[in-house]
């Protein structure tokens, strides 16, 4: 009797042991300041500012949501713009602040003729000297190149990528302006770009 009693809480201990392995295994990082996953984030909003007009409008893209909020942009004119990241009511931006040289935001414009330049805070520039791109100044050339086409923004957050370079590269009617290799994705939105 003492045997199957000592047996059945070996067991039991190890089932226990297991269970408990595997739900820290999800965790990807050890580092709770750069403990920012996807499923915690609930908003990426950007605060577009008229350099001309000094008029700013913030578009909210909500994660998970089946619409995209429509980015009003005038051929022409130059834009100040800012990413603001939250879970709920609280800002998570200071999160990526904390862990700088783990994110880097890579911009994809398929469908406009956008010249981004990079303008982040010191806070915002990695290790690398690459800028993560939480502030940045577009030059709106054409807005919507193709208008049989929509036009966008995808814009992605991603994780831990193993290098980053703020270079640009042709993309569809469009240009990417980020580049990365490995990592995760940490947040997508999508805008409509409208003129």
Not at 5 to 12: D, P, Q, S, V, Y
Not at 117 to 136: A, L, Q, S
Not at 154 to 170: F, K, R
Request: hydrophobic share 35%; charged share 20%.
């Amino acid at each position: 009797m003492k045997n199957i009693f000592k047996n059945t809480t070996l067991i039991a201990g190890l089932l226990f042991l297991s269970a408990s392995l595997s739900l820290t295994s999800c965790n990807r990082s050890d580092d709770e300041a750069d403990d920012l996953p996807q499923e915690e984030l609930s908003d990426v909003l950007l605060k577009v500012t008229d350099a001309s007009t000094g008029t700013s409008v913030v578009y909210d893209y909500q994660v998970n949501s089946t619409t995209n909020p429509n980015v009003k942009l005038v051929d022409g004119h130059t834009y100040n713009v800012e990413v603001m990241f939250k879970n709920g009511d609280e800002d998570a931006t200071q999160e990526i602040k904390d862990a700088v040289d783990e994110h880097f935001l890579v911009y994809n414009f398929p469908n406009s003729d956008i010249t981004l330049t990079r303008t982040d805070d010191p806070g915002f520039v990695r290790g690398d000297g690459n800028h993560v791109g939480i502030k940045t100044k577009w030059v709106v050339n054409t807005a919507i190149k193709n208008t049989s086409a929509p036009a966008q923004l995808v814009l992605t957050l991603y994780h831990e990528p193993v290098t980053v370079s703020e270079a640009s590269s042709a993309s569809g009617n469009g240009v990417v302006y980020g580049t990365h290799t490995g990592g995760e994705t940490d947040a997508q939105a999508n805008y409509n770009i409208i003129n």
